[in-house]
């Protein structure tokens, strides 16, 4: 062979090699983002989310994909959807904004790891057998949200003591709505206060709970731990002004949105360590030797301009114990 055609031959051959060595890349890995709220109020806990999963070297459109399935309140389509996700062979599948995602991720897989968020005890509701040895393919996070209605409840009390009536706006849809309804009750009972439910599952029964709310002349409201209500907190905060009522909310999120006052869980406490589980999943280590990660801690934010439009001064019991005042 003459020197100018092995040259050649060589050069040819080169040029297949990126190619070949393409072929052999690792596909980039697909995680299922299963939710039962809505994408618009999630966006810091999404941060967080994408923060866990920077800590094992993820970064989405990089070197991992995610598929995304929002039921935004609708908790009867998580289930397909859910089958879905599997059908698409992800690897991971993150489930959170209610305790029926990870019920309906654990319903269609045995076998893909899936990572959940909840509010609700998952050892209570039988998600999990244990918190440290959680077992077969789910571990996750756990951060006190409906054990925290009565609290709610004992604390508009504290600052409305005039109140005849309360109103509890809630969603009779959610998974735990049976749970909130029964804590609420014995809280109401325990300090002697009078309460009144309203159930809202859509825009419009929001708007029609307001209107009840104004004929059973409830003089305080508390809004029910809720994915669904947490989308719609903007209407919520707007109908608690229209209707000069003063109410009590579970996220930060609502007192910053202009609500009077919140006491609750850091949504992101939740989702930091969601992504930090999936990344180490992702990198070969197994879901039931992942204990779930609890988080108990709260904080009371009160809105000082929100109390003034009410016309309310917060006594110094609150105000000494609040973690945030917005003035």
Do not use: C
């Not at 054990?147 to 003591?161: D, G, M, N, V, W």
């Amino acid at each position: 062979m003459r020197r100018r055609e092995f040259i050649t031959l060589l050069g040819g051959a080169a040029a297949g090699w990126p190619l070949a060595a393409s072929a052999q890349q690792p596909a980039m890995p697909v995680i299922g983002f299963l939710n039962g709220g809505s994408p618009e109020p999630f966006g810091q806990a999404m941060a967080a989310f994408r923060t866990g999963l920077g800590e094992s070297g993820y970064v989405e459109g990089r070197n991992l994909a995610i598929e995304y399935r929002w039921a935004r309140g609708q908790y009867q389509q998580l289930p397909a959807m859910a089958t879905e996700l599997v059908g698409r062979q992800v690897a991971v599948i993150v489930a959170g904004g209610s305790i029926a995602a990870g019920f309906a991720a654990k319903a269609a897989t045995a076998t893909i790891p899936i990572v959940f968020s909840s509010g609700t005890d998952p050892v209570k509701v039988g998600l999990v057998p244990s918190l440290s040895r959680p077992g077969g393919n789910l571990t996750g996070a756990f951060i006190l949200s409906v054990e925290l209605e009565a609290k709610r409840l004992q604390l508009l009390h504290e600052l409305i003591p005039t109140a005849t009536v309360i109103a509890i706006l809630m969603n009779p849809n959610f998974t735990d709505a049976e749970n909130q309804r029964r804590d609420l009750e014995a809280a109401g009972h325990a300090i002697a206060q009078r309460i009144v439910f309203l159930d809202a599952g859509s825009e419009r029964e929001i708007d029609a709970a307001f209107a009840s709310l104004v004929q059973q002349r409830a003089g305080a409201l508390l809004v029910a731990s809720d994915p669904l209500l947490f989308g719609h907190r903007d209407q919520i905060v707007t109908l608690a002004a229209r209707h000069a009522v003063p109410a009590i909310y579970q996220w930060r999120d609502f007192a910053v949105a202009g609500g009077l006052m919140s006491y609750g869980t850091v949504l992101a406490e939740m989702y930091r360590p969601v992504g930090v589980y999936t990344g180490r999943i992702l990198k070969g280590e197994k879901p039931a030797d992942l204990p779930v990660q609890q988080s108990t801690k709260v904080e009371l934010i009160l809105n000082l301009k929100t109390a003034k439009a009410l016309g309310i001064t917060f006594p110094l019991t609150l105000l000494g114990r609040a973690d945030e005042v917005i003035e």
